[in-house]
T-cell receptor, first 114, second 114 residues
Framework: AQTVTQSQPEMSVQEAETVTLSCTYD???????LFWYKQPPSRQMILVIR??????QNATENRFSVNFQKAAKSFSLKISDSQLGDAAMYFC???????????FGPGTSLSVIP | DVKVTQSSRYLVKRTGEKVFLECVQD?????MFWYRQDPGLGLRLIYF???????EKGDIPEGYSVSREKKERFSLILESASTNQTSMYLC?????????????FGDGTRLSIL
């Protein structure tokens, strides 16, 4: 069965600094999608960034980028120039290509220090 | 813009009551999901539906049932509420399997069973 692990329950970063959130997953599939979702306090969960496993190039979305290491089954999220609004729970998620169910990690709570 | 609406943000019920949580999406998505979110456990899938009147059990279906009579609406039912069902409940929707599109989430319902 597929699993997603986030080994850092809590992280903190100084405003304007860079932080990296870790995620590893276990799968025997070769084709799948990976996602990072953000859930601000008392607010809706939203997509931050996605990666298709067949793409070697790491995805980037403005200040957010990923380091996708397929062989190592690692999918870390880097947040550059951290802002107060980045404070949230971050969930790593996995989905097989032709399947509906998404497997979520336990989440990392990120605090941003002014 | 994408919209998933959950009927209540906060709900307080008593042990033994039958509880209905409603979710509506306006994106014509095939798939709809109900998750339970607990600290340290991430999101756990209760049920999902890939078409009207179709449903599949997720990882923790015990004590819950669902109904999908119309494509846009997916209801979660707690048949006889118990205190261990106190939690945050998230509804999500997505396009058909095989799409790289992410899930879209509602604001969540924080349910307390007394």
């Amino acid at each position: 069965a597929q699993t997603v692990t986030q080994s850092q329950p809590e992280m903190s970063v100084q405003e304007a600094e860079t932080v990296t959130l870790s995620c590893t997953y276990d799968t025997s599939e070769s084709d799948y999608y990976l996602f990072w979702y953000k859930q601000p306090p008392s607010r809706q969960m939203i997509l931050v960034i996605r990666q298709e496993a067949y793409k070697q190039q790491n995805a980037t979305e403005n200040r957010f980028s990923v380091n996708f290491q397929k062989a190592a089954k690692s999918f870390s999220l880097k947040i550059s120039d951290s802002q107060l609004g980045d404070a949230a729970m971050y969930f790593c998620a996995y989905r097989r290509t032709s399947y509906d169910k998404v497997i979520f990690g336990p989440g990392t709570s990120l605090s941003v220090i002014p | 813009d994408v919209k998933v609406t959950q009927s209540s943000r906060y709900l307080v019920k008593r042990t033994g009551e039958k509880v209905f949580l409603e979710c509506v999406q306006d994106m014509d998505h095939e798939n709809m999901f109900w998750y339970r979110q607990d600290p340290g456990l991430g999101l756990r899938l209760i049920y999902f539906s890939y078409d009207v009147k179709m449903k599949e059990k997720g990882d923790i279906p015990e004590g819950y049932s669902v109904s999908r009579e119309k494509k846009e609406r997916f209801s979660l039912i707690l048949e006889s509420a118990s205190t261990n069902q106190t939690s945050m409940y998230l509804c999500a929707s997505s396009l058909f399997a095989g799409s790289n599109q992410p899930q879209h989430f509602g604001d969540g319902t924080r349910l307390s069973i007394l």
